[in-house]
């Protein structure tokens, strides 16, 4: 089912497709049931939209560092990340094809250089049911006027990625959002491969021993192992919290997978608590939670 790039409305029944995964796996639906209802009954849609005129406004705007750019007119796709997806059927996800490099995608329209193609671009792409970690953003390329010594410019401007549930049935637009800002990453699509998520661990803990009272914060550095759905959250917590003392539970959301994972200031003291037991936590995208790892501290005066 590879038709995120087709144009136009694209919700296809696939009825065909859907007989040959159906005897695959095992299952036939009764003869009334066309494919859109077991589509419903077992997933929804992701749909995107594009009405930019292929080639037209500008000038092109390049990432903080990008060089060499002319300032052309714009090439401009809308586009959707599939970052990570955990599946409420995993039988349903295994007989699953993803869109293209996992990215769900609407091109401009107007004429290019081998099509007229009529607006708005909607592209509707059928998902399992699931929980997903999805990235929105806009590809674009300049538009070389037809310069053969001259390799246009393109980037990828980037929101910040959304854990989204999507039940049976459900369909979840993104609309037809074009923007230049966020994260920009040079050259291509900010997209990767799509993580089904696994176990992991906290490995090992840097984190400030004694605070000063009022003082300066200390930094918490977290490394795991295994395989986390991003983003994530470390989460500092007490695990017992004396009467007299502020006790809070410092919390800092990674969008994008790296390790360790640095905290800066996640540790202070507002008060004469002396010893504090504390503890740190990853929670991926699935709200699955790390065994915890202990991080005493102390409370001490300047």
């Known amino acids: 089912m590879k038709f995120n790039r087709?144009?136009?409305?694209?919700?296809?029944?696939?009825?065909?497709?859907?007989f040959f995964v159906l005897l695959s796996v095992g299952f036939m639906p009764a003869i009334a049931q066309t494919g859109t209802d077991w589509q419903k009954a077992n997933g929804g849609w992701i749909v995107i939209k594009n009405s930019h005129q292929h080639g037209t406004g500008g000038p092109f705007q390049p990432c903080p560092g990008q060089t060499g750019c002319r300032g052309l007119s714009l090439h401009v796709e809308h586009g959707v990340c599939i970052n990570a997806v955990t599946f409420a059927n995993p039988t349903t996800g295994a007989s699953w094809t993803p869109p293209t490099h996992n990215i769900i995608l609407a091109q401009d329209c107007?004429?290019?250089?081998?099509m007229h193609v009529s607006c708005p671009v909607v592209t509707e792409y059928w998902v399992p049911a699931g929980t997903y970690t999805l990235t929105e953003f806009t590809y674009v390329s300049e538009v070389n006027p037809g310069d053969p010594n001259y390799s246009p410019c393109h980037n990828a401007w980037s929101k910040p990625s959304k854990v989204?549930?999507?039940?049976?049935?459900?369909?979840?637009?993104?609309?037809?959002?074009?923007?230049?800002?966020?994260?920009c990453t040079v050259g291509g699509y900010p997209c990767s491969a799509i993580s089904t998520g696994g176990s992991f661990e906290i490995t090992n803990v840097?984190?400030?021993?004694?605070?000063?009272?009022?003082?300066?914060r200390g930094d918490l550095t977290v490394y795991w192992s295994g395989d986390p759905v991003f983003p994530v959250r470390v989460v500092a917590r007490p695990k017992t919290c004396e009467g007299s003392c502020y006790c809070t539970t410092p919390t800092m959301t990674f969008e994008t997978k790296q390790n360790p994972l640095v905290f800066p200031e996640a540790y202070f003291c507002t008060g004469p608590c002396g010893h504090l037991d504390y503890e740190v936590v990853i929670i991926d995208?699935?709200?699955?939670?790390?065994?915890?790892y202990p991080t005493p501290h102390d409370c001490i005066s300047p």
């Open 110 to 114: 107007g004429d290019n250089d081998w």
């Open 285 to 292: 995208a699935r709200d699955v939670e790390s065994a915890p």
């Open 6 to 18: 087709i144009h136009c409305s694209i919700r296809v029944s696939v009825v065909l497709a859907l």
């Open 164 to 183: 989204v549930a999507i039940n049976p049935g459900d369909t979840v637009d993104f609309g037809e959002s074009i923007f230049m800002s966020g994260l």
């Open 206 to 216: 840097e984190w400030p021993a004694t605070v000063i009272i009022n003082g300066p």
